[in-house]
């Protein structure tokens, strides 16, 4: 029999936000490269898989250039031509507001979510300005507004701390009243969301929707942690765990 899960904690890029395609696209195609919207959403979790490579294999530091290069080499750039595509990317991914494209069944999934009656969160990496970003684009804000709602959003701009530090996953248990074993967080990255929330006693869920986690033994579950491919997933679990334990939601 599963836990039940009281709260999701949610990460916002890669989840519900990736690099704008009118950005990055023309990027690719002037290198040589493929850039149909598929190819380029598989190319964001193709770049994040790269760092979280990186840093299981003893890198220290962030290396956003490696990121880069997957996203150009999944989008089929010729070698030759993987630098500019790299310098490229670089220059229109640093942006502001570069990173607004709203990922297909992202919203949808977290009403699924919603509609279990979990308590939500928002835990994010970012600058001081997501809870508006979230707001503005329509996907979720803290009480009434044209998204779906939730508990709080924790930002570590805001807060002074950022995955994978447990204290910022702290912050949105506290706020819902949650402990940890009783909830899940869901991100993209090994390195931030799946590090961070074992360290506060959270068990992760690594958004992976083309199994490209070099940890994954199969489409949901790896030997090293738990994966999901959506959050309509999430909410088919969190029912399904729900129906396990004999309580009604």
């Known amino acids: 029999m599963g836990p039940v899960i009281d709260a999701v904690l949610l990460d916002v890029g ?15 195609e ?3 490269g493929k850039a149909t919207p598929d190819v380029l959403d598989r190319a964001h979790y193709a770049g994040i898989a790269a760092i979280d490579d ?24 010729p070698v030759e031509r993987l630098q500019q595509a790299i310098d490229g990317l670089g220059v229109v991914m640093n942006a502001p507001g570069a990173w607004r494209r709203i990922m297909p069944g992202s919203v949808e999934g977290l009403a699924e979510l919603a509609a279990t009656g979990v308590s939500l969160a928002v835990v994010s990496n970012s600058d001081g300005s997501v809870e508006h970003q979230l707001l503005m684009a ?3 804000q803290v009480g009434e507004g044209a998204g779906v709602p939730v508990a709080i959003v924790v930002d570590s701009g805001a807060v002074g701390v950022e995955k994978p530090d447990p204290r910022i996953f702290a912050v949105a248990l506290d706020a819902l ?6 909830a899940v967080h869901v991100g993209d990255t090994v390195f931030a969301d799946v590090a961070g929330a074992r360290a506060a006693g959270v068990r992760p869920l690594h958004l992976d ?12 579950s790896g030997s090293d942690h738990d994966h999901v ?17 004999g309580r009604n939601w």
């Open 177 to 182: 009243g949650v402990s940890g074993e009783r």
């Open 14 to 28: 890669g989840v519900f936000i990736t690099p704008d395609h009118a950005l990055i696209g023309p990027v690719v």
């Open 229 to 245: 491919r959506s959050l309509a997933e999430v909410a088919a679990l969190v029912r399904a765990e729900t129906v396990r334990s």
């Open 209 to 220: 929707p083309y199994g490209l986690c070099s940890r994954d033994a199969g489409p949901r």
């Open 138 to 140: 329509g996907i979720c």
């Open 30 to 32: 002037a290198a040589g």
């Open 54 to 77: 990186s840093l299981v294999s003893g890198e220290r530091d962030l290396d956003w250039e490696r990121y880069r290069r997957a996203v150009a080499e999944t989008a089929e750039v």
